[in-house]
């Protein structure tokens, strides 16, 4: 069975998690999705906040092998590869999504050699992250597995909604559930307790 394992900081998840998600949907048996926390970033909505964004995403789209799963969420993808391994099993086909721009950035992960080789990358294209030679011959040389997705995501992000509250960025219940829960305004940077 081939598992796409997709975890992401989903701060909050916008059209090009959305366009991800579709494009796995048509290649993967199984897409796990969760949201988690980046040691590399500092997050502006509390982790439960994330997760239930990204779990009304996934259900938004009707696709029945796309599914949130909490329990792989952790700091560290290759405690989240352990986990998935304990649910269907370590001889499955994982591959484990990621954006063009962590490519260089992977390296410094947690146990990231063993992460690698348990592993396929699959790379989507981000606008802004060109996709190098070199990057790609580290990789290969660290005995990586990858594949370059053909498509580009859109070109949004997160950051970029966050710094400009752009409402065309996010989806319609990701959109809905900002407004319901009082998010990313300038005082919404603090706890869920200090908000109105």
């Not at 070109?155 to 960025?169: E, G, K, N």
């Amino acid at each position: 069975m081939k598992i796409a394992l997709f975890g992401t900081s989903a701060d909050p998840p916008t059209a090009a998690h959305q366009a991800i998600l579709e494009w796995l949907a048509q290649d993967y048996d199984q897409v796990a999705v969760w949201a988690s926390d980046n040691p590399f970033k500092a997050h502006q909505s509390p982790l439960p906040d994330r997760l239930a964004m990204l779990t009304l995403l996934v259900q938004s789209l009707g696709y029945g092998h796309i599914q949130v799963w909490p329990e792989l969420s952790d700091r560290r993808s290759l405690l989240s590869l352990q986990r998935a391994q304990s649910l269907w099993g370590p001889q499955q086909d994982y591959s484990l999504v990621i954006g063009s721009d962590l490519i260089q950035q992977i390296h410094q992960w947690y146990q990231a050699p063993q992460l690698l080789t348990a592993v396929t990358l699959v790379i989507f294209p981000r606008p802004g992250y060109p996709i190098k030679a070199a990057d790609l011959a580290a990789l290969t040389q660290r005995g990586a597995r990858y594949c370059l997705v053909p498509a580009q995501a859109p070109a949004v992000s997160s950051s970029r909604y966050r710094q400009t509250q752009d409402q065309t960025l996010i989806p319609e219940p990701v959109k809905d559930y900002i407004q319901r829960h009082h998010l990313y305004l300038p005082w919404a940077v603090a706890t869920p307790e200090q908000r109105p």
